[in-house]
């Protein structure tokens, strides 16, 4: 069973302070790890993608395998950054062409002026 | 950039009736899905469908619900008899055929059963 773990409902932070969001998962397999962006009450946004190390709106995030992690950081934290972050993992379902995502339970980024 | 489209934004029906929620996926996309999400709750994957047929379904996705893609370009999940519990914002999302790159959501449909 796949599993996402965001242990924070509620993260706050003044402008210009360092952000890290944490993502813990659990899946047996080789995972493919999303964070999606939700500003309020718009669409999910694909923020980052970990195949690509990517860095988008100056935020990356690095899967690392041994801990089971893929926690989203930015060093200086915008105002414009406030929104619903969601980390979600992508494995291969039973059927063909699956690849269904799991999403963890999000969490409020609040970027304090 | 392409968009998923979701109509209508907000429904409204009452329980026991029949609802059917409209999507148009990006138009070279070929893996479709739902997701819902109920207020304050987690975004859950319902179905996913491919090749004109569902390929994974979740245990949320009972009888009542279902899928199709009737004319090339829609993809629409329909509840047979609404029930409260399945007021939630319900999110169409669909994929080309490499997953790497993520999925496009569409905006939703906030879906109030009373």
């Known amino acids: 069973a796949q599993r996402v773990t965001q242990p924070e409902k509620l993260l706050s932070v003044f402008k210009g302070a360092p952000v890290e969001l944490k993502c813990n998962y659990s899946y047996s397999g080789s995972p493919e790890l999303f964070w999606y962006v939700q500003y309020s009450r718009q669409r999910l946004q694909l923020l980052l993608r970990?195949?690509s190390r990517e860095s988008i709106k100056g935020f990356t995030a690095d899967l690392n395998k041994g801990e089971t992690s893929f926690h989203l950081k930015k060093p200086f934290a915008q105002e414009e950054d406030s929104a619903m972050y969601y980390c979600a993992l992508s494995g291969v379902g039973s059927g063909a062409g699956s690849y269904q995502l799991t999403f963890g339970k999000g969490t409020k980024l609040s970027v304090i002026p | 950039e392409p968009e998923v489209t979701q109509t209508p934004s907000h429904q409204v029906t009452q329980m026991g009736q029949e609802v059917i929620l409209r999507c148009v996926p990006i138009?070279?996309?070929?893996?479709f899905y739902w997701y819902r999400q109920i207020l304050g709750q987690k975004v859950e994957f319902l179905v996913s469908f491919y090749n004109n047929e569902i390929s994974e379904k979740s245990e949320i996705f009972d009888d009542q619900f279902s899928v199709e893609r009737p004319d090339g370009s829609n993809f629409t999940l329909k509840i047979r008899s609404t029930k409260l519990e399945d007021s939630a914002m319900y999110f169409c999302?669909?994929?080309?055929?490499?997953?790497?790159?993520?999925?496009?959501f569409g905006s939703g449909t906030r879906l109030t059963v009373v």
């Open positions: 970990h195949i």
């Open positions: 138009s070279n996309h070929l893996y």
């Open positions: 999302a669909s994929r080309s055929d490499n997953y790497v790159y993520g999925y496009t």
